[in-house]
């Protein structure tokens, strides 16, 4: 049986960087991407004080808009917290869960991770859920073990290639420079594609698995080239819209 081709996804994860100023780079990159028939979708997720604008100022774009996390909770008493209601009403149409960052600085657990991921679900958007391995799991052996167990313990069963997108973010690759080689890539998106087929069938096999840490121009040609990998997920290098572009430039 041969799958439909999967459809890549380049999304930019600003973290928190971007103030009113910073706008400027999303309405540069539309103006880029304008009549350029992409092979990718490409997703842009600003900090949610601008979401809204940066839609606006790509109105006419199909760049899309993302949260960069959400709280489990539709509304309620969660000072400072915001919903994956209030992000699709800002515009967004995808929220990334999991990030290691929010796994490392806020103690988000599995279980935390996999309630955000139904949240967003039932806000009827698309969760993107980050796993990936630290250094000393890395070096004990451990990488796949912790991808399975991540796996498990944070994408909902009921998910499907459309509400859900994984991104294997290897912690020690994050905002560090350093890479896996395209065998390690390939590796590891080789396991997550096996064990999203093993939770979700047939879905499994067209669900994108992104990879992210440290592309950049330079890189990004051959991190997207190991097998199973369908996109990516640019933290630094989606902050400028001439170096987001170059890693676009994969899919044109
Ligand atoms: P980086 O971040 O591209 O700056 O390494 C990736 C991410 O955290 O999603």
Known sequence: MTA?????????????????????EP??????????????????CPPATILRRA?????GSKIRVGGQDCHAAASG???GDISADMLKDAGASMVIVGHSER???HKETDAEVLAKAKAVHRAGLTAIICIGETLEERKAGKTLEVLT?????????????GNTVVAYEPVWAIGTGLTPTTAEVAEAHTHIRAELEKAMGAEGSQTRILYGGSVKPS???????????????VGGASLKAADFIGIIKTYM
Do not use: Y
């Not at 996804?9 to 100023?21: E, F």
């Not at 839609?55 to 109105?59: F, I, P, Q, S, Y």
């Open 219 to 233: 890189n990004a040609a051959e991190l997207m080239s190991a097998a199973n990998v369908n996109g990516a997920l």
């Open 27 to 44: 309405r540069l990159l539309a103006a880029m991407l304008k009549g350029v028939k992409l092979k990718c979708d490409v997703l842009v």
């Open 103 to 105: 796994r490392t600085n």
């Open 55 to 59: 839609k606006a100022v790509m109105k």
């Open 77 to 79: 008493a969660h000072t």
């Open 149 to 161: 167990a991540q796996i498990k313990g944070s994408v909902p069963a009921e998910s499907n290639a």
């Open 4 to 24: 439909a081709p999967i459809r890549a996804l380049v999304a930019g994860n600003w973290k928190m960087n971007g103030t009113t100023a910073a706008l400027r």
